[in-house]
């Protein structure tokens, strides 16, 4: 294996957690503005007023709605140790079907890399069999860490399920799911 090779997972996850870094930042930039913005936009508004000015001069207040959604997966419960979990995320498009896989990993070794993979398969009537439709590659260094993969499933309805492959030969199935459009 090549050095820059046993570097990506360690990369991956780094570039992973500094994203989610970075999301939780304009979150709160974003929250904080708004609060200042709607001060600051509705002070002038009543000094207007007690100036005396008509209706139509005074200065427009807007309402800023904060959303705790994009919160929700931080207090996600976590699943079980040896379990793959599928759940549907809100998808973009009439038939964009976007999943949130997740499963706990367990590194006897933290001081070792662990590398694993995701395969999303699709059942194939013709064949009879399970046929990888996506998958995707990551890793980590550390204790134990709970592992997740957001794969969209677009205008392909049928049977699915996910498959994790770890590097210490473990080897986690979800049930299966059906998409549909």
């Not at 599928?86 to 001081?111: E, F, K, L, M």
């Amino acid at each position: 294996m090549s050095p820059r090779g046993s570097l990506t997972p360690v990369v991956a996850s780094g570039t992973a957690s500094v994203v989610k870094l970075l999301v939780a930042t304009l979150a709160f930039t974003g929250a904080y503005v708004g609060v200042e913005a709607s001060r600051t936009t509705s002070v002038p508004a009543r000094a207007s007023m007690a100036a005396g000015t008509t209706g139509a001069e005074k200065a427009q207040v807007e309402t800023v709605v904060l959303s705790s959604k994009s919160m929700q997966d931080a207090t996600a419960q976590a699943p079980a140790a040896g379990t793959v979990t599928v759940s549907p995320v809100t998808g973009a498009g009439s038939c964009d079907r976007p999943y949130r896989i997740q499963s706990v990993i367990d590194n006897p070794h933290p001081d070792r890399t662990v590398s694993y993979g995701w395969r999303l398969q699709r059942w194939s009537e013709g064949s009879r069999s399970w046929r990888t439709y996506l998958n995707g590659n990551s890793g980590f260094t550390g204790k134990s860490q709970t592992v997740e993969w957001q794969p969209h499933v677009v205008d392909n309805p049928g049977w699915y399920r996910a498959t994790l492959s770890v590097s210490d030969g473990t080897s986690l199935r979800s049930a299966k799911f059906r998409v549909s459009c």
